[in-house]
Structure formats: structure tokens, C-alpha cells
């Protein structure tokens, strides 16, 4: 967390300082021997970042600190003041001089960082069974100093002149005042983020009382909104950092809920009284929504609450192996870290054709890889590496009923939620009606085309959605994988639901399969203006939907939010041309 803000920051001062040298011909020695100091330090941090050494980190950014301030001082003397006053030819030597100062400024607010740069290490962050969760929450405040400091240093370089403005300033160091900026501004962002995250995560590791957890294994075998269906579900509770290995199951264990919690008239027009079955209730994209659903569901079936919901994809379980070492199940087979997602996906369907066998083999993996994460049997940063990089992919989603710990989890975009505030942003949504397990072998290709033609305040864009069911040829699976699918047995057809939440303010004017109009299910949900329709999806063979919006103009670019299923995406956006 910190070492990708020390990533972004510290480099800030090479990015301007270090090759401008239409304004470096001004400052003469002083300003140039600091440029080099400052380079060299910069690359010592870097280096001390990637081994994880700790007293040479602190001992580099000490030195790109005085680097940078020596580099300022250059600059700042009053001869410089005058030539910066000097209209229009003054201007080239106000950019270096607001710049350095910037830069001094933010190389200054690396400091508080220092403090706290031992959790730099996981290793030091865990201990005889426990997560050092005091460790994490004091890390709080230096972050929120931190991220002060930056966003000071962007106000700065904000009054610079610019030539977009008139000023006379040469494109290069236009360009590195611009980008330095805009990397202050992400920087700043970035540290507001981790001190959210080392101010929720503590509590929701037990350190204000014990908290239990209810984890959704989710397998993209069978699409559902959230990624996949939840096959398995485990429990556990967190007391001031100490995991403790709870309950294992399955999704049959639940019993259908009586009435469905409030989600709103918008939930229940689009996907009616299904989510009352657990395999259905995560039919909608939004986290939230699915995790409310999971906390009633635990609740009335076991008459025990949960403090905090999480959904993993099944490639948790492969992380969580690469952490701690291969898996041996009930027969004694071995699985190596790299087999346990493709075993979970496809092969364990083969391996134990026997539904209650199967169910018996995934139930005790999910328990040897949570038992082996509780009782500390894993390598700290191996675990760390992996489990950012599922949050990234989307692919580790929180939910919290407390509303304080909600928002700081959506500040660090790990709740799945699916309001959006961003203007031109799609979400394509691929959901299994057939039963079948073979999303495994799903292949999407997403083209938008965003509109940039205005007319009346508005635009029309198109995103086209590629399907390919791309099955192995000849498909040799257990009949169970085969659902409710039709056809040949060698080339199913499966029943698939596909839906497009375009941005607030935009509704899905028509939807194309093949190039053929077909009517939809317009809806809105979270405010996001949608459509749904249901096609058959033949094996190998693709099939195109094409989404008309009517969206609100703006100047934004274009996003494609991504659904976290077994294969990544393609995604093109392009611009329209007026």
C-alpha cells in the first residue's frame, strides 16, 4: 500500500527535475549537481522498495529529500524573483521556480511515511497467529499527513503558468509541469485511500471486539452478476488480528428466505423473487445487494450473524495455495498451488462425477486453504502479492452493515458496488440461465463506441458485445456440466442472459443480436439505466449484441467496468468522429 504511493511520489521529483533542461540552463551548478544527487537518490529508493530494505529506504528518500530542497533552493533566491516578474519572459522561470517548490513540498511529505515504512514488510505485520493490527491503525494519521503534503504540492504547481493560457513556456516543460500535476493529484488520491484502508481494516480484523466473517466462494464455471455462483462458503472470526477458522459448507445448506430484505422496487422489477434461492442471489452485479442477501441468508439459517461479508473468487483458493503449499484431497491426490483453479473450474466435475463426493472434495479444500490462512501456515508477502491482485481484478469484493466502514471499503473500491458516478462508463453482464459449468470456456470481446456527436445536450453510443462459447472439440464432460443446455451433448446450446448498465443518465435505446433488433427488458438499477436479453449461445459459434445508449454529452472518457468471470475480457474503446 505505502510502497506504491513511494512508487508514485518520490519519482514526481525526477520526472520534472531531470531532463528539463530549457529551465536548468538558468540555474547553474548548484541546481544541476542537486539534479543528479536527486536522480541517484530516487533510483536508491526504488531499489530499497523492491528488496524490502527498510534502513536503506529511509537512508535514500533522506537523501532525494535534501536533494530536493537543495534543487528549490537553487531557484529560489531573489534574483530569480525578479526574472520570473519580467511579464511573458518571466514566465519559463515562474514554472521552475513554482515547480521546485511543488516538488520540495511533496518530497517534504514523503517523511511521515518513513515512520510507518516497517509495514512496508509484511513480515513485520504478522506474528505468532496474529495480523499486527495496532501496527496497521497508527500508519493512519502519517498517511493523512502524507496525502496533505501532496495535495499542497499539486495547489502550487497549480498556479503555474500555462500555455494552453498564453504563457511563453516551452512544450517540454509544459508537458512535465502537466504531468506532474496530474501524478500529484493520483498520488494524493492514492494515500487518502491507504489511510482509509489502515483505518477500516483494523476494525475489521477484530481490533475493536471479535468480528465474524462470512466469505461466498464464487466459481466462474456458472456466470452470475457478481462473477460466479457461490458453490462453498466459509466463516471465520477475527478478535484483534487472530483468525480462527469457522464454519464450511456448501450452497445447499441454506433454505429458501421467506421474504427477500429491502432492495429496493428496482431489484425486484428486474429480477423478481429468485434471489429468495441462495444459488440465485447473486443474480444482480451489485456486491452490496448480493451481500445483504448472504448476511439474511446465514442468519436464518444458522441464527448467527456476520459483522462483515466477503465474496472470493475461486482463484482466492489458487492464491491462497501459492501462499502455502499444494492441497491434498480426501484420496490423497496432490494438488499443486498452479492446479487448484483449473481443479475447481472444469476438472473436478470430471474427477467426482458423484454430486455428493464432489461436494465433500471442494468443501475440504475450501477448509485446507482458510485453515492453513488461520493458522498463520503461509508466506506473509506471497499472500499480500497475491490477494492485491485480486482485488485489482476485481476478484476480492467487502461488504459492512456499518455505514462508516461501507464508505471507507468503497473509497478503496473493493464493495463491487454498482452505482457509478463516472459519465461514460459501461458494464457489460453475462448471467447463466442454463445451469451449466461452461463459462469455464467464455470469451468476450467489448468494443465501445463512445458518442461524441452532440445534439440537444445528448449523444448515442454503441457498445458491441462478442460472446463465444469456445469449448474444447470434442467436449467430453459428466452430464452434470451439461445444465438445462439443448442440442448435442459434443456442441450444447446454453440459455444466457446478457445485460448493459450504461451510466446515470443514459438509458439503452435498442439492442441488436446478430445485426437483427430484438426486444429487451429495460430497467434501472443503482440508477444506472439498463437492458437484458436472454439468447442461446451455441458452442463455438460467436454471437454479437450490439446496445444503442442515449447518453448524456460530456467530454469524459470512456469506461468499460468488467465482470471478474474465468476468461479476461477484450476490450477496445474508441472515440466516435463527428
Known amino acids: 500500500m505505502i510502497g506504491r504511493v513511494l512508487r508514485v511520489v518520490l519519482p514526481l521529483v525526477v520526472v520534472l527535475l531531470v531532463g528539463a533542461g530549457v529551465w536548468l540552463a538558468f540555474t547553474g551548478s548548484r541546481a544541476v549537481a542537486a539534479v543528479d544527487d536527486l536522480q541517484q537518490s530516487v533510483n536508491d529508493v526504488q531499489a530499497a522498495l523492491d528488496d ?3 534502513a536503506a529506504l529511509r537512508t535514500a528518500a533522506g537523501e532525494a529529500q535534501s536533494a530536493a530542497r537543495r534543487a528549490n533552493d537553487a531557484v529560489d533566491g531573489p534574483v530569480w524573483g525578479l526574472v520570473a516578474a519580467i511579464p511573458y519572459l518571466g514566465d519559463t522561470p515562474e514554472v521552475a521556480r513554482t515547480t521546485a517548490s511543488a516538488l520540495a513540498t511533496a518530497a517534504d511529505g514523503v517523511t511521515p511515511l518513513l515512520e510507518v515504512a516497517d509495514v512496508l514488510d509484511p513480515a513485520s505485520l504478522y506474528s505468532d497467529g496474529r495480523i499486527a493490527v495496532d501496527k496497521l491503525r497508527a500508519s493512519a494519521e502519517p498517511l493523512v499527513l ?26 517540454t516543460l509544459d508537458d512535465q509541469r502537466a504531468e506532474a500535476a496530474a501524478q500529484l493529484t493520483e498520488a494524493a488520491a492514492a494515500l487518502d485511500t491507504a489511510a482509509a484502508a489502515a483505518d477500516v481494516v483494523p476494525a475489521l480484523l477484530g481490533a475493536d471486539g471479535p468480528r465474524t466473517w462470512f466469505i461466498g466462494l464464487q466459481t466462474p464455471a456458472e456466470a452470475r452478476g457478481t462473477g460466479g455462483l457461490v458453490g462453498n462458503i466459509v466463516t471465520i472470526r477475527a478478535d484483534d488480528g487472530r483468525l480462527t477458522l469457522g464454519r464450511t459448507g456448501s450452497n445447499t445448506d441454506f433454505r429458501t428466505l421467506g421474504a427477500l430484505p429491502d432492495l429496493g422496487d428496482d431489484f425486484v422489477a428486474r429480477y423478481g423473487q429468485n434471489p429468495r434461492r441462495f444459488t440465485n442471489s447473486n443474480l444482480s452485479p451489485d456486491f452490496p445487494s448480493a451481500a445483504l442477501l448472504w448476511q439474511r441468508f446465514y442468519a436464518d439459517t444458522f441464527d448467527r450473524e456476520a459483522d462483515v461479508v466477503a465474496g472470493l473468487d475461486v482463484a482466492a483458493l489458487g492464491a491462497l495455495a501459492r501462499a502455502s503449499g499444494p492441497i ?9 498451488p498452479d ?21 465433500r472434495v471442494q468443501e475440504a479444500v475450501a477448509e485446507s486453504v482458510f485453515d492453513a490462512l488461520t493458522s498463520g501456515d503461509f508466506e506473509p508477502a506471497a499472500l499480500v502479492r497475491e490477494f492485491a491482485a485480486l482485488a485489482d481484478e476485481g476478484r476480492l469484493l467487502l461488504w459492512s452493515p456499518d455505514a462508516a466502514e461501507q464508505g471507507a471499503l468503497d473509497a478503496l473500491h473493493l464493495t463491487g458496488a454498482l452505482a457509478s458516478q463516472a459519465p461514460r462508463e459501461v458494464y457489460p453482464v453475462v448471467i447463466n440461465a442454463s445451469g451449466t459449468k461452461l463459462d469455464t470456456y467464455l470469451d468476450r470481446d467489448i468494443v465501445y463506441t463512445v458518442g461524441r456527436c452532440t445534439v440537444e445536450g445528448r449523444v448515442a453510443s454503441e457498445v458491441q458485445l462478442t460472446l ?6 470434442p467436449l467430453v464432460v459428466d452430464p452434470f456440466v451439461l445444465g438445462l443446455s439443448t442440442g ?12 448493459l448498465h450504461a451510466a446515470a443518465g443514459a438509458t439503452v435505446a435498442q439492442v441488436n443480436v446478430d445485426g437483427r433488433p430484438v426486444s429487451s427488458f429495460v430497467f434501472t438499477e443503482q440508477g444506472r439505466g439498463s437492458a437484458v436479453v436472454e439468447i442461446a449461445l451455441p458452442a463455438r459459434e460467436p454471437v454479437t449484441l450490439t446496445f444503442i445508449l442515449d447518453e448524456p454529452a460530456d467530454d469524459a472518457p470512456g469506461q468499460v467496468q468488467l ?9 477496445t474503446i474508441r472515440d466516435e468522429t463527428c
Do not use: C, H, M
Open 52 to 54: 524490502t530494505d527498510l
Open 146 to 171: 502524507a496525502a496533505a503534503d501532496l495535495d499542497s504540492a499539486a495547489a502550487q504547481i497549480a498556479t503555474a503558468p500555462v500555455a494552453a493560457d498564453g504563457a511563453w513556456v516551452p512544450a
Open 328 to 336: 491434498t484431497l480426501l484420496d490423497s491426490t496432490v494438488l499443486q
Open 339 to 359: 492446479e487448484v483453479v483449473p481443479f475447481f473450474l472444469s476438472e473436478v466435475y470430471e474427477a467426482y462425477p458423484n454430486r455428493e463426493e464432489r461436494k
Open 468 to 473: 463465444t462459447a469456445d469449448l474444447p472439440d
Open 488 to 499: 448435442r451433448p459434443n456442441a450444447p446450446v446454453q440459455a444466457t442472459q446478457v445485460q
Open 563 to 571: 465482470q471478474p468471470l474465468a476468461r479476461e475480457a477484450a476490450v
